[in-house]
T-cell receptor
Framework: DAGITQSPRHKVTETGTPVTLRCHQTENHRYMYWYRQDPGHGLRLIHYSYGVKDTDKGEVSDGYSVSRSKTEDFLLTLESATSSQTSVYFC???????????FGPGTRLTVT | RKEVEQDPGPFNVPEGATVAFNCTYSNSASQSFFWYRQDCRKEPKLLMSVYSSGNEDGRFTAQLNRASQYISLLIRDSKLSDSATYLCVVNNYGQNFVFGPGTRLSVLP
């Protein structure tokens, strides 16, 4: 157990509304990631963080923003949700000096 | 061509069978390699890191062939509990992880 939780676990929202997903970790890992997973695609990186207030874009960052004001929390925000953002969102961490990733339980987001 | 490709599957095998999955990657500079398993509607879980010398963990054996740019996973004596989707993951540099689409395995009684 990598001590990663995600909230909410399920959410249904309407197009155009803002949505924030939270990832929380308890072990002070420096690196945190947000991925989305869709049928027909592997997991795709949205954004990642390498420390408090240090973030960078991934492969599919358009329409998403992130924030990390504390080591333990990494927030993913959809400023104005669209139906194409309906997906399962996973948060992940990598321990220090490792490239092994450990994932949270995921958030199922449906945008209607 | 996708950066990481896997056997399309699904693989349906009887209990006790040996099954092998293959994964190819296109970036010759790739540095680290992993196999994850993902159960339906669950998060991916690390199964094994893959080392150049190959590595074994119980019934699972992973091999890396850098010259041919492929990774394999062998599962011996398949159990019903091995039914899952197996993901090949490649790290190219820094935080650039590339996930394959996965191969689904069903172990049948």
């Amino acid at each position: 157990d990598a001590g990663i939780t995600q909230s909410p676990r399920h959410k249904v929202t309407e197009t155009g509304t803002p949505v924030t997903l939270r990832c929380h970790q308890t072990e002070n890992h420096r690196y945190m990631y947000w991925y989305r997973q869709d049928p027909g695609h592997g997991l795709r990186l949205i954004h990642y963080s390498y420390g408090v207030k240090d973030t960078d874009k991934g492969e599919v960052s358009d329409g998403y923003s992130v924030s990390r004001s504390k080591t333990e929390d990494f927030l993913l925000t959809l400023e104005s949700a669209t139906s194409s953002q309906t997906s399962v969102y996973f948060c992940a961490i990598t321990p220090q000096d490792s490239y092994e990733q450990y994932f949270g339980p995921g958030t199922r987001l449906t945008v209607t | 061509r996708k950066e990481v490709e896997q056997d399309p599957g699904p693989f349906n095998v009887p209990e006790g069978a040996t099954v092998a999955f293959n994964c190819t990657y296109s970036n010759s500079a790739s540095q680290s390699f992993f196999w994850y398993r993902q159960d339906c509607r669950k998060e991916p879980k690390l199964l094994m890191s893959v080392y150049s010398s190959g590595n074994e963990d119980g019934r699972f054996t992973a091999q890396l062939n850098r010259a041919s740019q492929y990774i394999s996973l062998l599962i011996r004596d398949s159990k019903l509990s091995d039914s899952a989707t197996y993901l090949c993951v490649v790290n190219n540099y820094g935080q650039n992880f590339v996930f394959g689409p996965g191969t689904r395995l069903s172990v049948l009684p």
